[in-house]
């Protein structure tokens, strides 16, 4: 049996893990994450590597508790995984999305997107088709989840094109 080709580019799209309410007078972009949080990024980020889904690079919120899910990736793949923090992604929309996933240098085969929802399910909703994309989420997209999207071509600067889910890791329930 011949193996299965690689994809022309991967999207991996990662919502931060659970953070704490914030406190009296704390920003919500310095909100961070709890306890379960801080555990399910782990478990998340060591699921990830155990399946060689390591992307080359990471483009991660400038938000705390984002910063806080990346490092956990960081810490289970390794200490020279890229990770660029991009103000856009904390309050952008999805045209912000996809404007920066779609600019990225076509070398890339391999982008980690980690963000915000509403934002992370509406991208995943545009790049899966509302029905593949409620299958993978039926509740909606859970913080801490990470999707794992191939696509046959590249996004242009004009669109994100459809792809097919490759993987859906979330903590809570285990890989799919």
Known sequence: ?????????????????????????????????????????????????????????????????????????????????????????????????????????PALSALMVVGHNPVIEEILNEVLGEEAATKAAPAGYPAGALAVIDFEVRPSDTRLPLGILAAWLDPDTHSR
């Open 1 to 105: 049996m011949p193996a299965a080709s690689a994809p022309v580019f991967r999207l991996l799209l990662l919502r931060h893990a659970k953070a704490a309410w914030a406190l009296p007078g704390q920003k919500d972009f310095d909100r961070t994450l709890d306890d379960a949080g801080f555990a399910d990024a782990e478990v998340l980020a060591d699921m990830a590597a155990d399946q060689d889904l390591r992307p080359d690079i990471v483009l991660c919120s400038t938000a705390v508790r984002c910063r806080q899910t990346a490092d956990a990736l960081r810490r289970a793949m390794s200490e020279d995984l890229e990770i660029r923090y991009i103000d856009g992604l904390y309050a952008g929309g999805a045209n912000v999305y996809r404007d920066i996933i779609s600019s990225q240098a």
